[in-house]
Protein backbone atom coordinates (compact mmCIF):
# COMPACT_ATOMS: atom_id res chain seq x y z
CA UNK A 1 0.00 0.00 0.00
CA UNK A 2 1.30 3.37 -0.94
CA UNK A 3 2.43 5.84 2.22
CA UNK A 4 -0.50 7.90 1.50
CA UNK A 5 -2.93 5.57 1.31
CA UNK A 6 -1.54 4.11 4.83
CA UNK A 7 -1.98 7.62 5.97
CA UNK A 8 -5.61 7.94 4.69
CA UNK A 9 -6.50 4.73 6.71
CA UNK A 10 -4.79 5.41 9.84
CA UNK A 11 -6.66 8.73 10.31
CA UNK A 12 -9.84 6.88 8.80
CA UNK A 13 -9.34 4.42 11.41
CA UNK A 14 -8.67 7.09 14.39
CA UNK A 15 -11.86 8.89 13.10
CA UNK A 16 -14.08 5.26 12.85
CA UNK A 17 -12.86 5.23 16.91
CA UNK A 18 -13.71 8.62 18.12
CA UNK A 19 -17.39 8.56 16.01
CA UNK A 20 -18.03 4.66 17.50
CA UNK A 21 -17.15 6.46 21.00
CA UNK A 22 -18.58 9.92 20.81
CA UNK A 23 -20.82 10.49 17.65
CA UNK A 24 -20.72 12.69 15.12
CA UNK A 25 -21.63 16.39 16.41
CA UNK A 26 -18.53 15.75 18.89
CA UNK A 27 -16.07 14.42 16.50
CA UNK A 28 -13.29 17.09 15.85
CA UNK A 29 -10.70 17.23 12.90
CA UNK A 30 -7.99 18.18 15.71
CA UNK A 31 -9.06 14.79 17.75
CA UNK A 32 -8.77 12.80 14.83
CA UNK A 33 -5.27 14.47 13.95
CA UNK A 34 -3.89 13.60 17.84
CA UNK A 35 -5.36 10.05 17.96
CA UNK A 36 -4.23 8.88 14.05
CA UNK A 37 -0.62 10.60 15.68
CA UNK A 38 -0.49 13.07 12.90
CA UNK A 39 0.07 16.70 12.14
CA UNK A 40 -2.85 19.09 12.84
CA UNK A 41 -3.17 19.53 8.91
CA UNK A 42 -3.45 15.81 8.24
CA UNK A 43 -6.87 15.52 7.66
CA UNK A 44 -7.50 18.76 5.73
CA UNK A 45 -4.49 17.49 3.32
CA UNK A 46 -5.45 14.42 2.93
CA UNK A 47 -9.28 14.74 2.71
CA UNK A 48 -10.14 18.43 3.08
CA UNK A 49 -12.70 18.27 5.68
CA UNK A 50 -14.76 16.84 8.37
CA UNK A 51 -17.44 16.24 6.17
CA UNK A 52 -15.28 14.35 3.52
CA UNK A 53 -12.98 12.35 5.85
CA UNK A 54 -16.54 11.14 7.33
CA UNK A 55 -17.84 10.54 3.79
CA UNK A 56 -14.87 8.30 2.96
CA UNK A 57 -15.33 6.50 6.25
CA UNK A 58 -18.87 5.57 5.14
CA UNK A 59 -17.85 4.40 2.08
CA UNK A 60 -15.17 2.23 3.17
CA UNK A 61 -17.48 0.56 5.81
CA UNK A 62 -20.61 0.43 3.22
CA UNK A 63 -19.03 -0.63 0.24
CA UNK A 64 -18.66 -4.36 0.98
CA UNK A 65 -22.10 -4.50 1.55
CA UNK A 66 -23.12 -2.59 -1.46
CA UNK A 67 -20.64 -4.09 -4.00
CA UNK A 68 -22.70 -6.95 -5.51
CA UNK A 69 -25.98 -4.54 -6.02
CA UNK A 70 -23.47 -2.03 -7.19
CA UNK A 71 -22.65 -4.10 -9.73
CA UNK A 72 -25.82 -5.74 -10.28
CA UNK A 73 -27.52 -1.98 -11.21
CA UNK A 74 -24.23 -1.05 -13.61
CA UNK A 75 -25.48 -3.85 -15.46
CA UNK A 76 -28.83 -2.90 -15.69
CA UNK A 77 -28.19 0.01 -16.46
CA UNK A 78 -26.19 -0.71 -19.41
CA UNK A 79 -28.97 -2.97 -21.01
CA UNK A 80 -32.40 -2.01 -22.99
CA UNK A 81 -34.81 -4.02 -20.66
CA UNK A 82 -36.61 -1.70 -18.69
CA UNK A 83 -35.80 -2.40 -14.89
CA UNK A 84 -39.03 -3.22 -12.33
CA UNK A 85 -40.25 -0.71 -9.99
CA UNK A 86 -39.94 -3.55 -7.36
CA UNK A 87 -36.49 -4.43 -8.13
CA UNK A 88 -35.45 -1.19 -7.89
CA UNK A 89 -37.13 -0.67 -4.74
CA UNK A 90 -35.14 -3.63 -3.15
CA UNK A 91 -31.78 -2.68 -4.53
CA UNK A 92 -32.35 0.34 -2.07
CA UNK A 93 -34.07 -1.76 0.98
CA UNK A 94 -32.11 -4.75 1.13
CA UNK A 95 -28.31 -3.34 1.42
CA UNK A 96 -30.19 -1.08 4.31
CA UNK A 97 -32.06 -3.97 5.90
CA UNK A 98 -29.14 -6.16 6.19
CA UNK A 99 -26.89 -3.58 7.94
CA UNK A 100 -29.38 -2.63 10.31
CA UNK A 101 -29.58 -6.41 11.33
CA UNK A 102 -25.66 -6.07 11.46
CA UNK A 103 -24.48 -5.13 15.17
CA UNK A 104 -21.55 -4.04 14.20
CA UNK A 105 -22.13 -1.98 11.32
CA UNK A 106 -25.57 -0.35 12.61
CA UNK A 107 -23.59 2.56 14.21
CA UNK A 108 -22.52 3.33 10.28
CA UNK A 109 -26.16 2.85 8.78
CA UNK A 110 -27.21 5.66 11.72
CA UNK A 111 -24.02 7.64 10.75
CA UNK A 112 -25.60 7.54 6.98
CA UNK A 113 -28.98 8.33 8.05
CA UNK A 114 -27.93 11.32 10.01
CA UNK A 115 -25.55 12.31 7.02
CA UNK A 116 -27.83 12.25 4.36
CA UNK A 117 -30.91 13.78 5.90
CA UNK A 118 -29.38 17.05 7.13
CA UNK A 119 -26.49 17.31 4.49
CA UNK A 120 -27.09 16.40 0.32
CA UNK A 121 -24.07 18.19 -0.43
CA UNK A 122 -21.57 15.00 0.60
CA UNK A 123 -18.62 13.95 -1.76
CA UNK A 124 -19.72 10.83 -2.65
CA UNK A 125 -17.45 8.69 -4.72
CA UNK A 126 -19.93 6.14 -6.08
CA UNK A 127 -22.29 7.44 -9.27
CA UNK A 128 -25.16 5.71 -7.22
CA UNK A 129 -24.61 7.31 -4.23
CA UNK A 130 -25.80 10.59 -6.38
CA UNK A 131 -29.84 10.94 -7.16
CA UNK A 132 -29.58 10.88 -11.17
CA UNK A 133 -28.88 7.53 -11.89
CA UNK A 134 -31.69 6.20 -9.63
CA UNK A 135 -33.78 8.86 -10.97
CA UNK A 136 -33.05 7.47 -14.88
CA UNK A 137 -33.58 3.86 -14.02
CA UNK A 138 -37.13 4.85 -11.86
CA UNK A 139 -37.94 7.22 -15.67
CA UNK A 140 -37.38 3.98 -17.42
CA UNK A 141 -39.58 1.60 -15.30
CA UNK A 142 -42.09 4.15 -16.01
CA UNK A 143 -42.13 5.95 -19.42
CA UNK A 144 -43.70 9.70 -19.12
CA UNK A 145 -43.27 10.38 -15.93
CA UNK A 146 -41.68 13.60 -15.49
CA UNK A 147 -38.47 13.93 -14.44
CA UNK A 148 -39.08 16.17 -11.29
CA UNK A 149 -41.66 13.59 -10.06
CA UNK A 150 -39.18 11.15 -10.37
CA UNK A 151 -36.92 13.15 -8.89
CA UNK A 152 -38.94 13.66 -5.57
CA UNK A 153 -40.27 9.81 -5.89
CA UNK A 154 -36.39 9.00 -5.56
CA UNK A 155 -36.15 11.23 -2.41
CA UNK A 156 -39.15 10.16 -0.65
CA UNK A 157 -38.38 6.44 -1.08
CA UNK A 158 -34.70 7.14 -0.25
CA UNK A 159 -35.35 9.13 3.28
CA UNK A 160 -38.15 6.51 4.35
CA UNK A 161 -35.92 3.62 3.87
CA UNK A 162 -33.18 5.65 5.83
CA UNK A 163 -35.77 6.47 8.50
CA UNK A 164 -36.64 3.11 8.79
CA UNK A 165 -33.64 1.65 9.24
CA UNK A 166 -31.10 4.17 10.39
CA UNK A 167 -32.91 5.40 12.98
CA UNK A 168 -31.08 6.00 16.33
CA UNK A 169 -31.56 3.81 19.44
CA UNK A 170 -34.71 5.09 21.36
CA UNK A 171 -33.03 4.07 25.00
CA UNK A 172 -30.06 2.67 25.55
CA UNK A 173 -29.95 -0.90 24.36
CA UNK A 174 -32.98 -1.05 22.82
CA UNK A 175 -33.98 -0.05 18.70
CA UNK A 176 -37.33 -0.14 17.51
CA UNK A 177 -37.72 -3.50 15.12
CA UNK A 178 -38.15 -2.59 11.65
CA UNK A 179 -40.38 -4.05 9.32
CA UNK A 180 -39.33 -6.84 7.24
CA UNK A 181 -37.57 -5.77 3.95
CA UNK A 182 -40.22 -7.36 2.01
CA UNK A 183 -42.80 -5.56 3.56
CA UNK A 184 -41.05 -2.04 3.26
CA UNK A 185 -39.69 -2.90 -0.74
CA UNK A 186 -43.51 -3.49 -1.46
CA UNK A 187 -44.33 -0.31 0.46
CA UNK A 188 -41.37 1.87 -1.92
CA UNK A 189 -42.64 0.43 -4.58
CA UNK A 190 -45.87 1.38 -4.54
CA UNK A 191 -44.87 4.84 -3.47
CA UNK A 192 -42.63 4.96 -6.80
CA UNK A 193 -45.41 3.86 -9.18
CA UNK A 194 -48.27 5.40 -7.66
CA UNK A 195 -50.18 7.32 -10.44
CA UNK A 196 -49.27 10.94 -11.35
CA UNK A 197 -51.99 12.97 -10.23
CA UNK A 198 -50.94 16.12 -11.96
CA UNK A 199 -50.96 13.79 -15.10
CA UNK A 200 -54.19 12.75 -14.39
CA UNK A 201 -55.49 16.30 -13.65
CA UNK A 202 -54.27 16.99 -16.92
CA UNK A 203 -56.50 14.35 -18.66
CA UNK A 204 -52.96 12.41 -19.56
Do not use: C
Request: glycine content about 6%.
Amino acid sequence: MPPEEQVRHRLLDAAEGLLRDQGYESLSVRAVNRAAGMNPAAVHYHFGSKHALVTALLERRLRPVWDGRLADLDKLAGTRTPPDVTGLAAFLVEPMARLAADEDERWALALLARLVLTDAALPWRSPWSAPEPWIAMIRRALPGLPAEVAAERWRLARDLVLVTYGAPLAEPGERPVPPSPDVVIAFVAAGLAAPHPRAEGNGA
